[in-house]
């Protein structure tokens, strides 16, 4: 079974940053696309911004975090990581990491959620 641990949440005040660490066991970390999720009270959990695997990764944003939010890879480390500029109040969230290896995998791939990190932006 596949952990992953987030890490680098906290509080901190409008137009600051963070940045979210992923640590994950998997043994071939490579074969994962990663991901970050947030779910704020009261609304449905939504995809931040994620990375392929690859050569040449392809990576994607969520509309309000382009160019504020930049993800990342360490494949040798097994790290994702999610680097948070100008922070605004309506990031406050809980933030998860998601391990995928279906895309690279087909049906043999598996999916695993980290527990979550919480992230307040409030001055």
């Known amino acids: 079974q596949v952990q992953l641990v987030e890490s680098g949440g906290g509080l901190v005040q409008p137009g600051g940053s ?21 779910q704020a009270p009261g609304k449905q959990r ?6 392929s695997t690859g050569l040449k990764y392809t990576i994607n944003y969520a509309d309000s975090v382009k160019g ?3 993800i990342s890879r360490d494949n040798a480390k097994s ?13 406050t969230a809980v933030y998860y990491c998601n391990a995928d290896s279906r895309p690279a995998l087909g049906i043999r791939g598996d999916a ?9 932006v409030s001055s």
């Open 18 to 38: 963070l940045t979210l660490s992923c640590a994950s066991s998997a043994t071939i970390f490579s074969v994962y696309a990663m991901a970050w999720y947030r």
């Open 46 to 51: 939504e995809l931040v911004a994620s990375i």
């Open 68 to 70: 504020r939010f930049t």
């Open 79 to 91: 790290m994702a990581y999610l680097q948070m500029n100008d922070l605004k109040p309506e990031d």
């Open 112 to 120: 695993h959620w980290g527990q979550g990190t919480q992230v307040t």
